[in-house]
């Protein structure tokens, strides 16, 4: 079993920055890939970054792409994302998600992802 908690979220201005992290529990975390998304008010929920147990490899939705960063500490259990110049669209609440990905989705896919966090809500003012 793992246990997400985020934390990070708040308000900031248009073009500010914006650092989530993620601590899990459990010995299994670095077998775990380690996905980022988020949920708008009326929107679907939508992949914003991942990365694989390692942390050799990462992947990023085209939105956010070289503005986020995603990265993990396997020795402190820990997920980061590094948001900067963040726009207004991109608020929404953000969730943290991890799974060995056996279900055979990718890693962009909520649906490879069984265990997830409750969410840490992020506003970003124009």
């Known amino acids: 079993q793992v246990q997400l908690v985020e934390s990070g979220g708040g308000l900031v201005q248009a073009g500010g920055s914006l650092r989530l992290s993620c601590a899990a529990s459990?010995?299994?975390?670095?077998?775990?890939?380690m996905g980022w998304f988020r949920q708008a008010p009326g929107k679907e929920r939508e992949f914003v970054a991942a990365?694989?147990?390692?942390?050799?490899?990462?992947y990023y939705a085209d939105s956010v792409k070289g503005r986020f960063t995603i990265s993990r500490d396997n020795a402190k259990n820990t997920v980061h994302l590094q948001m900067n110049s963040l726009k207004a669209e991109d608020t929404a609440v953000y969730y943290c998600?991890?799974?060995?990905?056996?279900?055979?989705?990718?890693?962009?896919?909520?649906?490879?992802?069984?265990?997830w966090g409750q969410g840490t809500q992020v506003a970003v003012s124009s």
């Open positions: 459990g010995r299994t975390f670095s077998t775990y890939a």
């Open positions: 990365i694989m147990w390692s942390g050799g490899s990462t």
């Open positions: 998600a991890a799974d060995s990905l056996y279900r055979g989705w990718g890693p962009r896919d909520s649906r490879a992802y069984g265990y």
